[in-house]
């Protein structure tokens, strides 16, 4: 089985997709121009120590960050300047994770002097080309390749036949990609293709924003993320298992459905609270189905725990926040800004001089004004600055194109 990394490219957003035999295997959305801030290293300053919450917050560049005293927080007072990253993306108000545990490199880098921004992220790309470092990797986007940095591959992987350098791609073509966040070692195999989605992949990832997932035999999951935490049920449907009473044939359809469940979770990066509702058994005939559920989670990266059943039956699942989750990625102005220019791209690409008016709602207008690496790459695209115009009348994420 061997994995190949796609990254399909639009003005201000990569989405990255790890395949395995033509299946999904793991999902992200990058977005350079808004990051989510995980990785990125800071020069901080603490401004408060939290003994109550046995942490302390600390300034970074515009925001301030919680560093637990677990995370190499316990010695450092009020006005300390310190070297710390970016554990765990913003939620719900809340500012970033951070932990002040630094490798040698990054403590060098970080030095000395006022707290500031050292360094951004690795971004999606570069993070899932180190969780996968042989797997090849297909850009749809040289500048995107001049630019970006990537984990070198394991040892003996070498740079091989076929690898070429980033810096020979896309020449003539500014990039509007950050600057390289990664240096050193040997590159791996990397290629600039046409398309980097083929319509295969484009139907699975499109399936991930839906609430309903039909399962082959006629199951399904049914997915819904609160603030509080995610439900998802599970539908056996026509799944049926010959020869079995009822009570097996429910615990032989449960089991079967776990490995599309575990892929759901991880595909759709949910996290915190999951609680899952097992279909067609009573709740005492469920803790037997307890070790199948942790084992379908075993290969996921982030380790999330099987915790046990409620009193109702419901299969209890924590696992970690680092980034946000895909609804949240999905959802807003800036989402669907980036969606409108996905869709501009494509048809300048298709009719090369065309440039149409972008007409949206004032909060997407706002987001985009705010993302000037979206507006700087379709400029790139188009040969010609984007054409906004605010429409009071559309709905907080609607937007429209028109001719200009």
Request: glycine share 12%; hydrophobic share 45%.
């Given at each position: ?8 490219c ?53 925001t ?5 005293d ?25 500012g ?45 986007d ?101 020869g ?35 279909g ?36 209890e ?88």
């Open positions: 089985m061997t994995e190949h990394i796609l990254a399909s639009s003005p201000g957003e990569v989405r990255v997709a790890v395949v395995r035999d033509g299946a999904l295997l793991d999902y992200a959305i990058w977005r350079p121009g808004a990051p989510d801030g995980v990785g990125d290293l800071y020069r901080g300053r603490v401004t408060a120590r939290m003994p109550a919450l046995a942490g302390s917050f600390v300034a970074l560049d515009g301030d960050g919680f560093l637990p677990s995370e190499g927080g316990k010695d450092a007072t009020e006005g300390t300047i310190l070297g710390v990253r970016v554990t765990r993306a913003p939620q719900g108000g809340k970033p994770r951070l932990t002040a545990r630094l490798t040698p490199e990054e403590l060098e880098l970080v030095g000395a002097g006022a707290a500031a921004l050292i360094r951004r992220g690795p971004g999606a790309l570069a993070e899932l080309a180190g969780r996968f470092p042989q797997a090849a990797i297909e850009v749809d040289a500048a995107l390749a001049a630019g970006i940095r990537v984990p070198p591959p394991l040892e003996g992987g070498g740079k091989g036949e076929g690898c070429v350098q980033p810096q020979e791609l896309g020449r003539g073509h500014p990039s509007p990609w950050p600057p390289p966040t990664r240096g050193g070692g040997k590159w791996r195999r990397l290629a600039v293709v046409a398309r980097a989605f083929d319509d295969a992949v484009e139907t699975q990832v499109d399936a991930l924003g839906e609430a309903v997932v039909a399962l082959p035999g006629g199951g399904r999951l049914s997915i819904h993320p609160t603030p509080a935490l995610t439900a998802i049920d599970m539908d056996l449907g026509g799944l049926v298992a010959a079995r009473t009822k009570t097996e044939h429910h615990m032989a359809s449960n089991r079967a459905l776990f490995p599309a469940l575990a892929r759901q979770i991880r595909l759709r990066n949910l996290s915190g609270a999951i609680l899952v509702d097992l067609g058994l009573p709740a005492r005939r469920r803790a037997a189905l307890g070790p199948a559920i942790a084992e379908a989670l075993a290969d996921d990266p982030l380790r999330p725990r099987f915790l046990g059943f409620t009193a109702l039956g419901l299969a699942i924590v696992r970690p926040r680092v980034h946000p989750p895909l609804q949240e990625m999905l959802a807003g102005p800036h989402a669907a800004g980036l969606a409108a220019l996905r869709r501009l791209a494509a048809e300048i690409a298709a009719q090369p001089g065309r440039m149409p008016v972008l007409r949206a709602s004032p909060a997407v207008v706002h987001a985009l004004e705010e993302d000037a690496v979206a507006r700087q790459d379709l400029a790139r695209r188009a040969g010609r600055a984007l054409i906004l115009r605010a429409d009071p009348s559309l709905p907080t994420t609607g937007w429209a194109l028109e001719a200009a």
